[in-house]
Every structure is written in C-alpha cells, then in structure tokens.
C-alpha cells in the first residue's frame, strides 16, 4: 500500500506518517519495520528515526519488546491464540 502525496496537502502540511491510525496498522497490523515504513512505505520521503520518534509520541511501540515477542505478537493476532505461554512451555 503506497501514500498518496495528495494528503500532505489535505492535513495542512502534515505528511501520512503523522497519523497514528497509519503508523499503527503500518506498524503494529502489518508488521513493517520502522526502515521499511520510512523508505520503503513512504519512499524516504520521511527518515525511520522520525518514525521511531512518532511511534514513541503514540505510544505505539513496546519498548521492552523483542524482536521476537513483537513477531510472535503477530502471529498470535492473525491465528487468533496465545503463543507465548506455548513458546515458554517449549524452551523448559
């Protein structure tokens, strides 16, 4: 799902990326990194450490999360079950 420029003008200069319901799905729903969302979602129009900054501001990123905490996060979100007390049970 690519930007459209068009909404830059629309929010008074704001780009796409300062919507948290944006950085949120982007982030949070589909998973993206924080470099993919800025240079590959949004074409480097907007640097990742501006979008980790936003994150932060909107309380939408764990700053105590894992890389794979947050992974498991989503596959938990998608399949609809709890796999962290399954991934603990495993690693025993």
Not at 67 to 80: F, I, K, S, T, V
């Amino acid at each position: 799902m690519a930007y459209n420029q068009s909404l830059m003008s629309q929010n008074r200069g704001l780009g796409p990326w300062d919507d948290p319901n944006i950085l949120d799905e982007l982030y949070n729903g589909e998973g993206l990194s924080i470099r993919q969302i800025a240079y590959e979602h949004f074409n480097g129009d907007v640097s990742h450490e501006h979008i980790r900054r936003l994150l932060h501001k909107f309380e939408l990123i764990d700053l105590n999360a894992s890389p794979q905490q947050r992974h498991l996060r989503l596959l938990e979100a998608e399949a609809n079950v709890d796999l962290t007390r399954r991934h603990q049970n495993v690693n025993r």
